[in-house]
């Protein structure tokens, strides 16, 4: 069974019909990644998922169960993590303070393995712990904002373009991070940097101009560079 199913969803934003019917499916335990040029709606399709824009069609459901109605505080509750682009974290609060917030209230036994499993991922985050997020670097953000949304023992983690603003060698390191992620919680990825998501995608599709215009296994993606040229504008 499909740990997501977007199916056939309508987003507008004010007058504009943005998504046009976007479809696609998550299988549990694998990286899904989203390609598709600048402003194609890849943004909107994660804030849609997570109740931010509100669908007007289609059906989003999670574990089987219709969540595309729920508001976003509900969404999230139901196990669905949320990274957006800009991070989203609280600049004035610490590492540590960050991560806290985003623990389950009962901060059991399982809650804080996750939490030191994470941060072995990223030993920088413990490194800076009492430092403010807004002090961190752009690579370190990105990696509590990956932890934030990982201790929060979430089922499915969306995570929008990891790799905006970042050194080739961080983006590298925060993409080899999700593939170990990978091994815990599956994975919905946007991804402009198609050679970095290609190499630990599981599966794509493609969204263009408010649609999902193709998808399939990676492999398929590798060996087909007339579809990558076409709506990736790359060879
Ligand atoms: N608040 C808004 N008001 C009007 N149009 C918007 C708004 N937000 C997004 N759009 C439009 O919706 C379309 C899809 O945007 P979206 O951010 O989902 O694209 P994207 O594929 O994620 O691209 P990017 O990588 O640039 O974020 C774009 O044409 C964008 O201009």
Known sequence: MMLLNVEGIETYIGQYHILQGVSFSV????ITVL??????????TLRSIMGLTPISGGRITFRGEQIG??????????GIGYVPEDQGLFPDLTIEENLRLAMPAARNEAALERREWILELFPDLKTFWTRKSGHLS????????????????NELLLIDEPSKGLAPIMVEKVMQSIEQIKKKT????VEQNYFMASTIGDRYFIVDEGRVVTGGPMKQLKEDPDTRKRYLGIA
């Open 186 to 189: 599956t994975v919905l990825l």
């Open 35 to 44: 390609f598709g040029r600048n402003g194609a709606g890849k943004t909107t």
């Open 69 to 78: 109605t729920l508001p976003t505080y509900a969404v999230a509750r139901k």
């Open 138 to 153: 752009g690579g370190q953000k990105q990696m509590l904002a990956i932890a934030r949304a990982y201790v929060g023992d």
């Open 27 to 30: 299988a549990p335990g694998e």
